[in-house]
């Protein structure tokens, strides 16, 4: 992490590691996996911590700060087991589209909000039929006199369940061409949209993920991001790189938990007459993991420097999320496999660092649509 000389960094991190051993326990975390979703008085808290909305700009109630204060708020979340919670869904992924596209009277009306965490956010691309591929999407906005009529679903929405604003990728009839995808602000109460039932994943329990449904949704010209339609799809190119490099930090925190608990493990169980840790192909195999670790934590610090001097790439970002989350999936089960059957134990949390782990070569892009990306830039 990129804190050695900057001070007010190091203070949010301690800050936030006290905040976090306070309002989110082991015992809390459990709760909140068996609930499958977080507490809203958990959203309000970390609003008045200041941990949200961060990279809101001070005239709008934020912090004003840059992807490394997200990137700690990430990395604390990995060494806690707190993937479930959707705070870089809200802050680091919904947020900066309003910061960047939103118009000024959506920038007043929405990001204080976002700040205080009265406003929990969500954004949807994926569709039943359309998930890496977002030129595919069906969701579609048709004109309605002087606004929109929106018809369509979308499907695997984090945040879905208690997001207040939705973030809507639609195909837009434009009048002077072909449909273009544009981004909506729905509000979560706005009549015609529905939520399905809060999805039954494999992990991440405490995150909550849902269907959306809109049938012939209204809504006025000034909830279109940005106040022009047609726009969309370069505004998600342009922030895309952002959302995988977070995956990919969040992923690399998770691997080097999972390093830590197999090695403390390993050191005190005993086998054959001596400590797993003793023997060669354990003490190997976390040797290297420990190697991709510190790799990993290499191009994450260079990744990030690029993205605060406005210069990451898709295909450097790609690399990243493509390398780390790889590596993230396979370390950890290699770690899982030094637990033997307490490894399958759900009150184990390598276990849980194994389910929630698996999604990551998969959401904000799968490993192949990377690989794509990346062989598109040689």
């Known amino acids: 992490m990129l804190a050695q000389n900057d001070e007010a960094l190091t203070i949010f991190q301690?800050?936030?590691?006290?905040?976090?051993?306070?309002?989110?326990?082991?015992?809390?975390?459990?709760?909140w996996n068996?609930?499958?979703?977080?507490?809203?008085?958990?959203?309000l808290a970390a609003g008045e911590f200041?941990?949200?909305?961060?990279?809101?700009?001070?005239?709008?109630?934020?912090?004003?700060?840059?992807?490394?204060?997200?990137?700690?708020?990430?990395?604390?979340?990995?060494?806690?087991?707190?993937?479930?919670?959707?705070?870089?869904?809200?802050?680091?992924?919904?947020?900066?589209?309003?910061?960047?596209h939103g118009t000024p009277d959506q920038k007043t009306q929405w990001l204080p909000k976002v700040v205080?965490?009265?406003?929990?956010?969500?954004?949807?691309?994926?569709?039943p039929a359309a998930g890496s591929d977002l030129q595919g999407m069906r969701t579609r906005a048709a004109r309605d006199g002087d606004g929109w009529i929106i018809n369509g679903s979308k499907v695997f929405i984090s945040n879905g369940q208690m997001s207040d604003l939705v973030l809507l990728c639609a195909k837009t009839e434009m009048e002077d061409g072909p449909d273009k995808i544009s981004i909506f602000l729905v509000e979560g109460d706005r009549p015609g949209f529905t939520r399905g039932k809060n999805l039954d994943k494999v992990g991440r329990d405490a995150q909550d993920t849902s269907e959306l449904f809109f049938e012939d949704v209204r809504l006025p010209m000034s909830n279109v991001l940005g106040g022009v339609p047609g726009r969309g799809f370069a505004q998600l190119?342009?922030?895309?790189?952002?959302?995988?490099?977070?995956?990919?930090v969040m992923g690399l925190g998770m691997l080097e938990r999972a390093l830590n608990l197999t090695v403390e493990y390993t050191k005190e169980r005993?086998?054959?007459?001596?400590?797993?840790?003793?023997?060669?192909?354990?003490?190997?195999?976390?040797?290297?993991?420990k190697t991709e670790v510190t790799i990993g934590k290499a191009f994450i610090d260079h990744?990030?420097?690029?993205?605060?001097?406005?210069?990451?790439?898709?295909?450097?970002?790609?690399?990243a999320k493509l390398w780390i989350t790889e590596r993230e999936v396979d370390g950890i089960n290699r770690c899982v496999q030094f637990f033997g059957?307490?490894?399958?134990?759900?009150?184990?949390?390598?276990?849980?660092?194994?389910?929630?782990?698996?999604?990551?070569?998969?959401?904000?892009?799968t490993s192949e649509i990377m690989r794509l990306l990346i062989a598109r830039s040689l």
């Not at 936030?16 to 309002?23: C, M, V």
């Not at 205080?116 to 569709?127: K, V």
């Not at 190119?237 to 990919?248: D, F």
């Not at 399958?344 to 949390?349: A, I, L, Q, R, S």
Request: hydrophobic share 45%.
């Open 50 to 100: 200041g941990m949200l909305g961060v990279l809101v700009p001070e005239e709008h109630g934020g912090l004003g700060m840059d992807f490394r204060y997200e990137r700690a708020i990430m990395e604390a979340f990995a060494e806690r087991g707190l993937e479930g919670w959707g705070v870089p869904v809200h802050n680091m992924i919904a947020a900066p589209y309003l910061i960047e």
């Open 270 to 289: 005993q086998a054959f007459g001596q400590s797993l840790f003793d023997f060669q192909n354990t003490a190997f195999s976390l040797a290297d993991i």
């Open 237 to 248: 190119m342009e922030l895309l790189p952002q959302e995988r490099l977070g995956i990919a």
């Open 303 to 319: 990744c990030t420097e690029l993205l605060i001097k406005g210069e990451l790439d898709a295909a450097t970002a790609s690399m």
């Open 34 to 43: 068996q609930n499958k979703q977080v507490d809203r008085d958990a959203w």
């Open 116 to 127: 205080s965490g009265e406003t929990i956010l969500a954004i949807a691309m994926t569709e």
């Open 14 to 31: 301690n800050s936030l590691a006290t905040f976090l051993d306070t309002t989110a326990p082991p015992e809390t975390i459990e709760r």
């Open 341 to 365: 059957g307490y490894g399958w134990m759900n009150e184990y949390p390598i276990a849980q660092l194994y389910k929630d782990a698996r999604i990551d070569t998969i959401h904000g892009g």
